[in-house]
Nanobody
Framework: QVQLVESGGELVQAGGSLRLSCAAS????????MAWFRQAPGKEREFVAG????????YYADSVKGRFTISRDNAKNTVYLQMNSLKPEDTAVYYC??????????????????WGQGTQVTVSS
């Protein structure tokens, strides 16, 4: 079992920055890949960024590449999403997810078996 709790979402102006955090508990944090997804109203949940177990590899959706940075601190059982140059189209509920069933990273939401409750990010124009 893994419990995930996100924080850091809020209202920000376009061009601003936010850092989301996701604190994990349960299974050994360094044993599974993590990812961030987001879901805007009326849209499907989409992949944002992923990170390998050791943080040696990171992956990004084209829409956020160069603006967002995913990182993890295995000593603190926490994964982060630093979001810079935010745009109104980044407005969504952001979810962190853990993929404990295998060690391989994936951009497919169905591959992730534990999810946080989500944190709202709203970017005003």
């Amino acid at each position: 079992q893994v419990q995930l709790v996100e924080s850091g979402g809020e209202l920000v102006q376009a061009g601003g920055s936010l850092r989301l955090s996701c604190a994990a508990s349960g299974r050994t944090f360094s044993s599974y890949p993590m990812a961030w997804f987001r879901q805007a109203p009326g849209k499907e949940r989409e992949f944002v960024a992923g990170i390998s177990r050791s943080a040696g590899s990171t992956y990004y959706a084209d829409s956020v590449k160069g603006r967002f940075t995913i990182s993890r601190d295995n000593a603190k059982n926490t994964v982060y999403l630093q979001m810079n140059s935010l745009k109104p189209e980044d407005t969504a509920v952001y979810y962190c997810a853990a993929k404990t069933l295998s060690i391989n990273w994936s951009p497919n939401a169905r591959a992730y078996d534990y999810w946080g409750q989500g944190t709202q990010v709203t970017v005003s124009s």
